[in-house]
Every structure is written in structure tokens, then in C-alpha cells.
């Protein structure tokens, strides 16, 4: 059974990096997207980006060209920054897998690293 | 961006009873439409991708149908464990994949 496990810092200071890392056991790391999406009250779910094996990245235009996400193919674990946090960053971030053609869905997700942006 | 519409925001049914719920897309998304259950305090679980094929050990009483613009999911039989939060998503264009905004369903 593939898990996921996400980790970092719960609190982030305005103008800061937010970092988090996703460590994935119980299943292998190529042939999928390595995912993150967040939920807040006020946006619901949103898709931030994905990293595949190789190290190719897209993410989500609405977040400005803050994202950088980095995978670690012999630690079985990916990461993201999103860089100038505001209070609107505030969320729960799940690290998820993708699957799929040429979409995809979400098969197994982690527990959620809630991250509040606050002075 | 393809806007995902879910109705109603909630929804309260009796066990034993069936639950439908929509999903509509703001564009035509074909067949690439999952459904997601979220109870309180857990990350969202797949129950159908596909539009209609259930995940991995989901119970057949749930059952998703549609294409195009417009899906909707179909609990038969309520259990206690259905009722829980439920969002839609479609995986047609990106960036970015969208997510539908939620359907509750409550324990009427």
C-alpha cells in the first residue's frame, strides 16, 4: 500500500519560504505525478503543481510563479517552496500521486501539513 | 481555467436512503472526471475516475455517470461512513487540474 507522508514547518513569517517535503513509501516513484494541492476554507481544494522521476515540474499559474518543487528519486521523497507567502497561503498541503493518460486523478494522498502564514 | 460546479452544497438523507450529487463543467471535459470523499479530519479519498470506474476497493454502492459537462455521483444505500464531504475533478485541460467546491452530505 503506497503512503504518503508530508513534513515541515507549521508556521511561516510573511514574505518568507514555505518548505515541505512528501516521503513516499510502499510503492514506486516513476510513471507517476508527484502532486501538491492545498485546502483552505476559502478557496477549497487547488491544485499547486506536480514533479515527476525526472525532475519535470508544472504548476499552477494562479500562484504567480512561486512554486519550485524538487524530487529526490534515491531518498523517495519530493518537495515544494512557494516563495513571498501571504496570509492567502494560509492551507492544509497534501502531497498526492497522480495518475493517469494525459490527465490525472489522485490515487493516494497524505494526512495534510497544515501551515499558517502569520507574524 | 475550467470551473467545476458542484450542487447542492449539501445534502441531507436518511441512511438507508440514495444520494445524488452533481458535477458540472464550465467546458466539455469529456470522460476525464474523478470523485473524491473527504470525512472530517482525513485527506480526500478516490472513489471514481473515469467518470464511472470506482477506485480500488470502493463499495458498488457507489456509482458515478456522465460526460461532457455533466456528472453526478450516486450513493445508494446510505451508510454512517458515507456521510462526509464530496468534491468532483476534472483532468481534461491544464493547467491547472480544478477541483469542484464540495457537496456535504448529512445524516438527515
Known amino acids: 500500500q503506497v503512503q504518503l507522508l508530508e513534513s515541515g514547518p507549521g508556521l511561516v513569517k510573511p514574505s518568507e519560504t514555505l518548505s515541505l517535503t512528501c516521503t513516499i513509501s510502499g510503492g514506486a516513484i516513476s510513471s507517476y505525478y508527484w502532486t501538491w494541492i492545498r485546502q483552505s476554507p476559502g478557496k477549497g481544494l487547488e491544485w499547486i503543481g506536480y514533479?515527476?522521476?525526472?525532475?519535470?515540474?508544472s504548476d499552477n499559474p494562479s500562484l504567480m510563479n512561486r512554486v519550485t518543487m524538487s524530487i529526490d528519486t534515491s531518498k523517495n521523497q519530493f518537495s515544494l517552496k512557494l516563495r513571498s507567502v501571504t496570509a492567502a497561503d494560509t492551507a492544509l498541503y497534501f502531497c498526492?500521486?497522480?495518475?493517469?493518460?494525459?490527465?490525472?486523478?489522485?490515487?493516494?494522498w497524505g494526512q495534510g501539513s497544515p501551515v499558517s502564514v502569520s507574524s | 481555467e475550467i470551473v467545476m460546479t458542484q450542487s447542492p452544497a449539501s445534502l441531507s438523507v436518511s441512511p438507508g436512503e440514495i444520494a445524488t450529487l452533481s458535477c458540472r463543467a464550465s467546458?466539455?471535459?469529456?470522460?476525464?472526471l474523478a470523485w473524491y470523499q473527504q470525512r472530517p479530519g482525513q485527506a480526500p479519498r478516490l472513489l471514481i475516475h473515469g467518470a464511472s470506474t470506482r477506485a480500488t476497493g470502493v463499495p458498488a454502492r457507489f456509482s458515478g455517470s456522465g460526460s461532457g459537462t455533466e456528472f453526478t455521483l450516486t450513493i445508494s444505500s446510505l451508510q454512517s461512513e458515507d456521510f462526509a464531504l464530496y468534491y468532483c475533478q476534472q483532468y481534461s485541460k491544464w493547467p491547472p487540474w480544478t477541483f469542484g467546491q464540495g457537496t456535504r452530505v448529512e445524516i438527515k
Open positions: 514533479i515527476n522521476h525526472s525532475g519535470s515540474t
Open positions: 467546458q466539455n471535459v469529456g470522460s476525464n
Open positions: 498526492a500521486r497522480g495518475r493517469g493518460a494525459s490527465g490525472y486523478y489522485f490515487d493516494f
